[in-house]
């Protein structure tokens, strides 16, 4: 049950930021599809040679003070909710990526690793409904659409959300016209963006509640 008290609401934020770097990074150790996001800093890393953990930590620094000019006046708290959020996921997920890698996630059969790739969609489900019911902190991935959706889009969710992914598209396709290869990105990302609501709604009434 959902304890609705300063403790129990940090406790379930500290669970739901594990559970979403351990299922972003399964999602990226089976390459068989990634949430957006994710995918595009796994492109970007491969092409630049920087570490996925950096890169997720940039990425985030940038939305995050994107968010403080759409919201049109700078907000310190928001921000600095959005910077402790990112900072311990980014590099928790790069950690991960590396122990799954290196228990052999990446050579397993394909129907496996897609199983596998499932079932970290749902994880990131669980974790995002998880550490929005805490509500103390938010990734400033998570917070955009939220931005765009009032101030912009006339409550339009579904248009805010899909603006929010122009970016990492963006940042997938020129990844690709550098490197020639694309990654993390396969069935599972398209799983992701038709499930990931559905899956959110139903962890808010099944998990915790």
Known sequence: ?????????????????????????????????????????????????????????????????????????????????????????SYLLSGFVQVFDRLGVPGLPIYIRAILDIVGVFGIAVAVSLYQRANLIMHPNDDLPYILRYRFFHGSAVVAQWISYIPPIAIIIVSVLMTGHLYAVNFGTVWSLATQGWFIAWADRNVCA
Request: proline share 1%.
């Open 1 to 89: 049950m959902f304890e609705n008290s300063l403790r129990g609401r940090f406790m379930f934020l500290v669970v739901s930021i594990i559970l979403n770097a351990v299922s972003n990074a399964l999602t990226v150790s089976t390459n068989m599809g990634s949430a957006i996001w994710t995918a595009s800093a796994t492109n970007l890393s491969r092409w630049l040679g920087i570490s996925l953990g950096t890169i997720l930590f940039l990425e985030g620094v940038i939305v995050a003070f994107a968010n403080l000019a759409f919201l049109g006046r700078f907000d310190y708290f928001r921000l600095i909710r959005n910077l402790l959020y990112i900072l311990p996921f």
